[in-house]
C-alpha cells in the first residue's frame, strides 16, 4: 500500500512538459484549427455561391419560358422591325413594310404617281371628277416580290424587314454583312389578329448600379378607318398612353418607349414598359435572334435560299444573368453568372394583314 508521502515523494520525481514539447503541441493545434475553419468557410461559400447561382437559374427559366409563351401565342412583328429600321418611333408608319411588296398602277390622267387608274379623260382631275370609274384591274396587287427585283444595280438582298439599303442609306442589306443582323436588342409580337403589339426588352431598373430587367409592355391599337386593319398605335398628342394596355403605365411625356428603355424619360420602374423579372436578378445580356429577315406571308414570292424566307417565323433567344448588387453582400469572389438560350417558334400561321394603301410609309 501507497502511502501519502510516498505518493507525494513520485509526484516530485515527475518531469514536467518541455517549452519545445508546448510550442509544437500549440502549433499542431493552431494548424488544426486554422484547416477546419478554411474549409468551414469554403463550404459556406460554396453553399452561398450555388444558392445564388440556383436563385438566377430559376429566374432565367422563368423569363425563357415567359417569353416562349409570348412567342409562341403571338408572331414576329416585320413591320415594327422595319420601323425601327427607318428610325421612326414605336408604332409610326404601319404597313410601310406591307406597301413595299405591292406594285402600285398608274393614273392615266397624270401618267405617274401611285394608286388605280381612272376613267378620267386624258388631262382630267379625278378630285373633280366624282364619277370617275376606277378600273379595278389597275388595282395595287400584292406580287410578294421583293421591291427591288428586276432594277437596274439593286437586287432582294438589297432590302429586307431589318435593313433597306436604297432609301435608308444601308451599304448593303445581304445577311451577314455589317448593316443587317439577325440580332435584336428588343423583340416585336404582334397578335394574330393584328390589333395588340407585344414590345419585350432589357429595362434599366438601378441608374445607380446599372441593373437591368426582363421588361415588357402591350400596346392595343385603333381601327380608325374601319376597315379591319388596327393601325394606329400611336398619337401626336396622348403619346401612347391611350393604346398602352392595363397594367402598363405609359403618360403623355413618354414621346418613344425606348427612352423608358434606358431610364431617360420619367419613372425607371413602372413606366412603359414593366420589369417582369425580380429585382435580386442584373439581366446583363438579352438578344433576340429574329428568322427569317422578312415575312414568308409577304414576301412568298421570294425563293433565294441564301434568304432563307420560306420558313415558319421563329427566335433564338439568348439571355445572361447575374445577382444583383444587393444580394452579394459578405459574398467573396467573382459573381456566378449563367446563360440560357433556347429557340421558340411562333404558332400563328395566318398572315397579318397591314397593308393600307400606297401611301403608308411618310
Known amino acids: 500500500m501507497i502511502t501519502p508521502v510516498q505518493l507525494i515523494r513520485r509526484f516530485r520525481e515527475k518531469r514536467a512538459f518541455t517549452l519545445a514539447e508546448v510550442i509544437i503541441a500549440s502549433s499542431i493545434f493552431v494548424i488544426v484549427s486554422l484547416i477546419g475553419v478554411t474549409i468551414f468557410v469554403n463550404v459556406m461559400r460554396i453553399q452561398r455561391r450555388i444558392t445564388l447561382e440556383n436563385a438566377i437559374y430559376e429566374d432565367g427559366r422563368f423569363m425563357m419560358e415567359r417569353i416562349a409563351r409570348e412567342i409562341r401565342q403571338n408572331t414576329i412583328d416585320y413591320e415594327e422591325y422595319y420601323r425601327a429600321a427607318r428610325g421612326k418611333k414605336h408604332g409610326e408608319d404601319f404597313g410601310c413594310y406591307a406597301q413595299s411588296f405591292y406594285h402600285p398602277g398608274v393614273h392615266t390622267w397624270s401618267g405617274t404617281g401611285l394608286g388605280a387608274e381612272c376613267s378620267v379623260p386624258a388631262g382630267g382631275d379625278p378630285v373633280l371628277n366624282p364619277g370617275c370609274i376606277i ?3 389597275s388595282l395595287d396587287i ?6 427591288y427585283d428586276g432594277l437596274v444595280g439593286y437586287s432582294s438582298i438589297d432590302a429586307n424587314a431589318l435593313c433597306d439599303e436604297p432609301n435608308i442609306g444601308d451599304t448593303n442589306c445581304a445577311l451577314g454583312q455589317a448593316d443587317v443582323s439577325l440580332r435584336q436588342d428588343q423583340l416585336f409580337l404582334i397578335n394574330s389578329e393584328g390589333d395588340q403589339k407585344t414590345y419585350i426588352g432589357r429595362k434599366l431598373v438601378n441608374s445607380g448600379t446599372g441593373e437591368n430587367a426582363v421588361a415588357m409592355v402591350r400596346l392595343s391599337g385603333e381601327d380608325t378607318d374601319t376597315d379591319g386593319i388596327t393601325e394606329k398605335w400611336y398619337d ?10 392595363s397594367g402598363y403605365n405609359c403618360p403623355t411625356t413618354l414621346d418613344d418607349l425606348d427612352d423608358n428603355l434606358d431610364g ?4 425607371l420602374l413602372y413606366n412603359g414598359f414593366v420589369p417582369l423579372t425580380p429585382l435580386r436578378t442584373d439581366i446583363t445580356n438579352l438578344n433576340f435572334y429574329v428568322s427569317p429577315a422578312e415575312d414568308p406571308r409577304k414576301a412568298f414570292a421570294e ?4 434568304e432563307g424566307i420560306q420558313q415558319q417565323q421563329h ?3 439568348v439571355m445572361s444573368l447575374t445577382p444583383a448588387v444587393s444580394e452579394l453582400e459578405g459574398f467573396g469572389g467573382n459573381p456566378p453568372e449563367i446563360t440560357l438560350q433556347t ?4 404558332r400563328t400561321y395566318n398572315e397579318v394583314k397591314s397593308y ?4 403608308a410609309c411618310t
Open 315 to 317: 427566335v433564338t433567344v
Open 303 to 306: 425563293t433565294a435560299p441564301a
Open 264 to 267: 431617360s424619360d420619367g419613372e
Open 142 to 147: 400584292n406580287t410578294g416580290q421583293n421591291p
Open 356 to 359: 393600307l394603301g400606297a401611301n
Open 343 to 346: 429557340t421558340i417558334t411562333s
Open 135 to 137: 378600273n379595278k384591274n
Open 236 to 245: 401626336a398628342a396622348n403619346k401612347y398612353r391611350d393604346y398602352c394596355n
